[in-house]
């Protein structure tokens, strides 16, 4: 059974704010999928008054706040985002570049109030998206090409039939025309105006081999548990990855990229094949229930997959599963909670290595 979050009484909140009632007491916030809706992130830290007024910095009396962005920061695609007093990014152009400056921002304020109080006790845990992947992985191409081939490479086509005898002209071998191809696959789903966000094709080239590049190689989380609820992109259809999430951040080189493939496309909590785009059958509850015993929790909150079309978020297995990515829906609700509990009984493992190729040798 699926239905919109006002329809089922599930523990979420509306975006009102909520006013904590012990010492123990927590607030747990979660943005669904932005994909450049900027304006839209802004929003919900300011309703919880996360960002001091008039300012980017943490309210240091916002000490016991876990923030997690479910992931897709990149890669808008004409849908419909929300504007503020600054319209740079009324095109959505601009904004997931600003976004993932934002989160880097975030993270080093976080690292910062906890140096300063060691008692601070908020916690930010970005996910990453296969948005987010596509990206990092479609950048690895300036090891075979310059930023004048590629370009002059997408001026000649942007269709894979044709694209495909310029690339064997250039003298590609096979394994790098296949890059080329999930190159072109990204950058026609929204990564041709992500580019032109971080200020052209050279410029996301320098982000990519700089510090946003190694912040969302290394920093970004697979996954996380807080309140005993799994937070990830999506649900991994395959079993052999229903794990704990410290068994999966550990996994050789392969098995984890495989994972993370997983983690951040699955469909079939939906009834959908993600490689083929066909209907499959969904989980039944048997095998939802095992894999979040598995995994750990005892729920999952995912986005990915835009269901309603709406601000509502999508409830489904009775509950156990939250759908709260309402990109291209501006006024979109985040996930929200007061919980009983301390930070310790959060887990949040981040990958010890890497996350695959953490740089790459650039064409001069």
Known sequence: MVTNENEFENGANSDAQIQTSSSNS??????????????????????????????????????????????????WRGEAIESGIDETTEDGALGSFRIIELILHLTNELEKLRRINPHFDSHFYPLIGNHDDMMLHSANVFSFVSCEELIELLGKARNFATWKRHLSDAGLNGEQIEHMYSFLNWYVQGGEITIRGFGGMEAWREAMNGEIGDFMRNRLYLAVIVNKRLFAHSLPDLPRFWRPLEELVNLPEKEYLEAREAFTWGRKVWGYDYSSGTRTN?????????????IGATSAVIGHTPMSHSIEHVVAYDGQVINIDVHGAPGGKAFMERYEGTSQENRAPLRPSPMGVSKFECLA
């Open 26 to 75: 927590r607030i747990l916030l979660a943005i669904g999928d932005l994909h450049g809706d900027y304006y839209r992130f802004i929003r919900h830290l300011r309703d919880l008054e996360i960002l001091l007024p008039g300012t980017m910095a943490w309210n240091p009396e916002r000490d016991n706040i876990d923030l997690v962005l479910i992931g897709d920061y990149t890669d």
């Open 282 to 294: 969904m989980f039944s509850a048997e095998e939802l229930n095992r894999m979040l015993n598995s």
